[in-house]
């Protein structure tokens, strides 16, 4: 990327006062619900699959940060941009001083815009010239009739940016005849096609209905077209993905629901965008769809962070079932319930809309996707009369939970789904387990846990409470590495590197003890830029972790004395565990009695030298 390139003074001065604008918080919870706690902000991180709140927003430092310390990610209101909302540092800087009235005095015009701008432009473009047709071509009366027929009024129409492309070939391309670099645009964006053999260009969408599909900052990225004569085929066309509209990952509605799913932490998806249209409508509106495709994970991540429930609205049984089974894998991997809701025969979700009551009863009886799967599943075994058949049904069906991870499931869930399992098989809870590991793929977690080597000592022979020890003790030295060195040069208790038995313990002890000991510092930037990406990560988090203790200790000192005491108690305490374990492995009783006077011998040792220091 040739950004660095196009940065000049007067960009520098656009980045600060731009950065000096925005309100680092405000900013993330419009996307990521934040709570305060304490001096900083936590929430769920958008960048991993992240469970519990690992990302925080530091707003007390001189420049605001966020800093997820699961994940890794970390940066100012431009990274947060350009990351969250895939905007390259262009669009992203333009993005904020845009909202914040910040007029730019560097030099960003078309040509230096990436090509992802200029097709966000173009969609601009046309999106305002659909619904300028709207209202000014034979066509448009047509359509606003027909929405008009499905019960929309003027206002949605407006609300939605719903507009027309006439039956035109060249309603798009005659505006851009002769400038070769917006006609390429047009057609990366697929707002416009090209006949290789006639080398003529022209309009996609002709005759239609156009629904602009938007990205979370209400910019369009796509389109939808709805015929507007019933004999046109196909009935809908949609833009073609690029490098703005991955469907996968897109909602329709959802920069107009997002607020209603956050409040409600709850998100409604329907099939198609009338249906999300007349919802809203109707006041239900924390509604939105996906596009053709089942939900995804990468929906279900976008979710996940605004709300934790989802209900799927399906119209027809058979849909409802394929799509649940996609629902199951989702509510496996995902920290959020799936819901499933089969409407009432020839009942869409746009006719129910305007009967609220049946609607929200739907909604009420919606059943976790699980329970869906496993309702089926008893039927199908009701259907099958034969005791091989019922067996080879119950074998795929608990093959297929093996598959989807039901031993990884939070332990609610797991529970759930192992009564299920005992009812079904007529087996104890007890027995279900077994069951289940028996039917463990090769490539299970067993064998990913190998592979991981330790280069100083295996993990797991390291207790918990050491690494926890280990941990907390350089959170504090990580946190105020100048209260921390006076103190261990004053009181050091002869720790050094080789104390720490965790590897990446000792990575971080190894770049900062000597340090610390010679009273030479470091700063966090330093240890970033030196430090491994594993151990970095690690010593950020503890960073934070460092604060919350001295915090809580309300000072530096006593939190340094606390944890280097715990850390001190356990290694003695093993020490003369293993001492005692010594003894205990030797079987002749001369060897024995010289094995326990060495390991009193060395646990005297060590006692002297912690009174000493
Ligand atoms: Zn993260």
Redesign the pocket.
């Known amino acids: 990327m040739n950004i660095g390139n196009q940065t000049g003074m007067s960009d520098r001065s656009d980045k600060e006062r731009v950065r000096e604008a925005v309100d680092l918080v405000a900013l993330i919870s419009e996307f990521v619900p934040l709570d305060q706690k304490g001096r900083e902000w936590v929430g769920i991180?958008p960048?991993?699959d992240?469970h519990k709140p690992?990302?925080r927003v530091v707003t007390h430092k001189e420049q605001p940060f966020y800093k997820?310390f699961?994940?890794?990610?970390s940066g100012d209101c431009f990274e947060f941009v350009k990351n969250y909302l895939k905007k390259d540092f262009g669009e992203a800087l333009r993005f904020l001083a845009e909202r914040h009235g910040i007029e730019l005095t560097g030099s960003r015009n078309e040509e230096g815009l990436s090509s992802r701008s200029k097709m966000s432009r173009a969609m601009q473009w046309a999106s305002a010239l659909y619904v300028d047709a709207l209202s000014s071509t034979p066509e448009g009366a047509n359509a606003t009739e027909q929405l008009h027929a499905r019960g929309f009024t003027d206002e949605t129409i407006k609300q939605f940016s719903i507009g027309v492309a006439p039956d035109s070939w060249s309603f798009l391309t005659e505006k851009l005849q002769g400038n070769t670099e917006r006609l390429e645009t047009g057609l990366e964006a697929g707002l416009l096609k090209k006949n290789e053999e006639k080398n003529r260009v022209y309009d996609a969408f002709r005759h239609r209905i156009m629904f602009p599909i938007l990205d979370e900052t209400s910019g369009t990225i796509a389109f939808g077209g709805r015929r507007l004569n019933e004999e046109d085929e196909p009935k809908y066309i949609n833009s073609p993905e690029s490098v703005l509209f991955h469907k996968s990952k897109t909602l329709y509605g959802y920069s107009h629901a997002r607020t209603t799913i956050r409040n409600e932490k709850k998100a409604i998806v329907v099939e198609g965008y009338t249906d999300v249209i007349a919802c809203h409508q109707a006041g239900i509106t924390n509604v939105v769809a996906t596009l053709g495709t089942a939900l995804t994970s990468e929906h279900a991540d976008k979710l996940s962070r605004v709300c934790n429930e989802v209900v799927l609205l399906f119209d027809g049984d058979n849909a409802g079932q394929l799509a649940a089974d996609r629902a199951v894998e989702v509510f496996f991997q995902k920290n959020i319930d799936v819901q499933i809701s089969v409407l009432p025969d020839g009942k869409d979700p746009a006719d129910l809309a305007s009967e609220l009551e049946e609607f929200n009863q739907c909604i009420d009886t919606a059943v976790d996707a699980l329970t869906f799967k496993f309702n089926r599943l008893e039927s199908s075994l009701q259907n099958e009369t034969t005791i091989s058949g019922k067996s080879s049904l119950i074998d795929s069906f608990l093959n297929e939970l093996t598959r989807l991870g039901v031993e990884k499931l939070v332990s609610t869930r797991k529970s759930y789904v192992y009564e299920r399992i005992a009812t079904l098989l007529s087996i104890p809870m007890a027995d279900v387990g077994k069951e289940l590991r028996s039917r463990r793929p090769a490539t299970s977690q067993v064998a990913k846990t190998e592979s991981v080597s330790e280069p100083v000592i295996q993990t797991s022979s390291i207790s918990k409470a050491r690494r926890i020890a280990e941990h907390e003790l350089l959170s504090i030295l990580l946190f105020d590495p100048t209260e921390s060195s006076a103190a261990l040069r004053e009181n050091g208790s002869g720790i050094t590197v080789e104390s720490f038995l965790d590897p990446i313990a000792q990575r971080i002890a190894l770049y900062i003890l000597p340090k610390l000991q010679a009273g030479t510092l470091f700063t966090m930037p330093e240890l970033i830029t030196d430090l491994d990406d594993e151990s970095e990560n690690v010593a950020t988090s503890l960073y934070f972790e460092g604060q919350r203790i001295c915090e809580t200790y309300e000072s530096v000192l006593y939190a340094f004395k606390m944890t280097m005491s715990a850390f001190i108690n356990i290694i003695e305490q093993q020490a003369i565990d293993e001492a005692v374990k010594g003894v205990q492995n030797e079987t002749n009783s001369e060897d024995k009695a010289k094995a326990a006077e060495e390991a009193i011998e060395s646990i005297r040792r060590q006692q002297a030298t912690r009174n000493a220091s």
């Not at 699961?70 to 990610?73: E, K, P, R, T």
């Open positions: 991180c960048f991993h992240d690992s990302m997820c699961s994940c890794g990610a």
